[in-house]
Nanobody, 124 residues
Framework: QVPLVESGGGLVQAGGSLRLSCAASGLPFSNFAEGWFRQAPGQERKFVAAINWNGDSIKYADSVKGRFTISRDSAKGTMYLQMNRLTPDDTAVYYC?????????????????WGQGTQVTVSS
């Protein structure tokens, strides 16, 4: 398995920013597409953003377009999610995921590997 470890979550006021990181190790990360998903209490896990293996194809959920930016540093084996202008609706556990496919997907079932999640709480 590819261990994925998220970090960077926390408590922030509405309008603030956070940067999540997802560190991967164990397999050729540079060949993997990756994504971010989030899950609020009582809700299903939802797509946030995804990036393909070389970073030249990116997808965002409509709810985060223009506020969140996904990126990756393959040399470091790390993916990032810069989150700006946060609102209470962004409160959730955020998970990073990776797939051996080259191309990104918005569907959780397309990803073989998952991190443990990091809590993001946005206060109003």
């Amino acid at each position: 398995q590819v261990p994925l470890v998220e970090s960077g979550g926390g408590l922030v006021q509405a309008g603030g920013s956070l940067r999540l990181s997802c560190a991967a190790s164990g397999l050729p990360f540079s060949n993997f597409a990756e994504g971010w998903f989030r899950q609020a209490p009582g809700q299903e896990r939802k797509f946030v953003a995804a990036i393909n293996w070389n970073g030249d194809s990116i997808k965002y959920a409509d709810s985060v377009k223009g506020r969140f930016t996904i990126s990756r540093d393959s040399a470091k084996g790390t993916m990032y999610l810069q989150m700006n202008r946060l609102t209470p609706d962004d409160t959730a556990v955020y998970y990073c995921a990776a797939t051996g496919a080259y191309y990104e997907s918005t569907t959780p079932g397309a990803y073989e590997f998952w991190g443990q999640g990091t809590q993001v709480t946005v206060s109003s």
